[in-house]
């Protein structure tokens, strides 16, 4: 089986473009049309996210090589949403797209191993997001079963939230502590490089500013990146252009909301408005990978 | 409703022990008794689970008020095992016992609210443990909805595996990172005080050493302690008593496999010997809080 990275990167390639979506489906959001068919049972929001991510994965496929299911909008929903997430992550599969399962999970020893093979046996996902607050020895276990799977890993490195900086930009004697992880990071990522030149342990990066973005991607020449904030969370195409390296190559920007809620309610033409948000989201990100 | 934490030393005093039971169910751990009912399915694994965790609860329930699913063991059994985890929970509330979630949960805004939803009002549980990494305004919709609950949260300050010391011991110009993240802790619990004089916000610190512990009880002077690490993973009785304040109070101290997996396989006493390590681990505990 091809490493994690260069199947992303070659699905980049083949949609020419470095667009991720993420599936981030509230009850709130879902379309009339959607909605209006199910009830408001546990079990009927799960068909309903199950029925719109559904259709937005086709809808999107032409535009994307790789989705990313939040996690959190399906458990909330207990076992159905568990249900609905899995035949989501199939469908994907399906349609060729990568799944970056978005869990922040963390833990130790065989915890983190039950965690991991969630992810990657139970669910298939492509890649996980992970914490690193644990430290090396708690990411170890994810790291194994990862590469057991041909799968990536995705570790917090700096967030986009405000609130980010109280903990992670801490001035330790090494460098902030996200400077830390982010070298840390790097280490664990080369032990497994790809033919692109990239490991399999990437780092979640939020789009805070440009020039964060490129002094993270010095720290971490060989991290495959995933970029949240750009679209509804504020952040431009431009702005995240020091996610990649000097070949255009080397990071994802994930879009939700921007992506998968650009109509009202009652929009008739809901369909279309999430085929021209994703075809524009896409273009626009293209430029990036283009130098 | 009373504050999660007077209800949380009630229930120590009730049951005159700071004896918190793990359930961490593995397949290869269970008496044969139940597994040889089961089907190794993901179903009939779920079904095990269950059975073994409902009658564990029954067991030790004489010796412990506070119970910890762990959920990436049931998580691994995707929808059945959620629904597993769910009818363990609610016998647990069933016999009277309080339930902390291990889930270490963190994100951001609403995904971080839908995560909280999950704990409090889908799975039920009294408390949930989170990661800090990302700051306080991710940790704000878990405290919010904690506090809507009269749930608690335990937040991964000092965790026990030797990489721990990797991020959270990196020195900064206000101590350790971990020592930071713990007066945070102690500021947003302090906002919400019970009658014992602790707030809802608890820490995750592990037994590591006497000295640290003592150390961050008086970093964190107002903040239930959750306690791993005693049992099987090494820590003894004697070495917890700096987690409790001078009244014996503000902690708890889980066991996991140590009373859930104390026999063999094909022991048909394994009941017995559940409540025997339960038994004793609580006795041993009693006399952290009898100063």
């Avoid at 780092?203 to 060989?222: D, F, I, N, W």
């Amino acid at each position: 089986m091809i490493h994690f990275t260069d199947r992303l990167i070659n699905g980049i390639r083949t949609k020419q473009s470095p667009l991720c979506v993420g599936l981030d489906p509230r009850w709130e959001n879902l379309p009339h049309a959607i909605s209006q068919l199910h009830a408001t049972t546990q079990k009927g929001r799960a068909a309903a996210y199950e029925a719109f991510c559904i259709r937005v994965l086709e809808l999107v496929q032409p535009y994307t090589a790789i989705v990313k299911p939040q996690s959190a909008f399906f458990e909330v929903l207990g076992a159905p949403g568990h249900q609905a997430m899995e035949k989501i992550i199939d469908k994907a599969h399906a349609l060729g797209l990568m799944v970056i399962l978005d869990a922040k999970r963390n833990d130790i020893a065989s915890t983190a191993t039950a965690y991991a093979e969630s992810a990657f046996v139970q669910l298939k996902a492509d890649a996980l997001t992970i914490n690193p607050y644990l430290g090396r020895d708690a990411v170890e276990p994810f790291i194994a079963e990862a590469r057991k799977h041909h799968a990536g890993l995705y570790v917090l490195v700096r967030t986009s939230n405000p609130g980010a900086r109280q903990f992670q930009d801490l001035k330790t004697d090494l460098g902030k502590v996200h400077e830390v992880v982010a070298r840390a990071v790097n280490d664990w990522s080369r032990e497994n490089l790809s033919v692109s030149g990239f490991g399999d342990i990437g780092a979640v990066v939020g789009a805070t500013s440009p020039q964060e973005l490129a002094h993270l991607r010095k720290l971490m020449p060989q991290v495959p990146f995933l970029v949240p904030g750009y679209g509804a969370q504020g952040g431009s195409a431009v702005d995240c252009q020091g996610a990649f390296n000097a070949q255009g190559i080397g990071a994802v920007i994930n879009s939700s909301r921007g992506i998968t809620f650009p109509f009202k309610l009652d929009d008739y033409q809901w369909e279309e408005k999430i085929v021209k948000a994703a075809r524009q989201a896409s273009v626009e990100l293209a430029s990036l990978t283009s130098n």
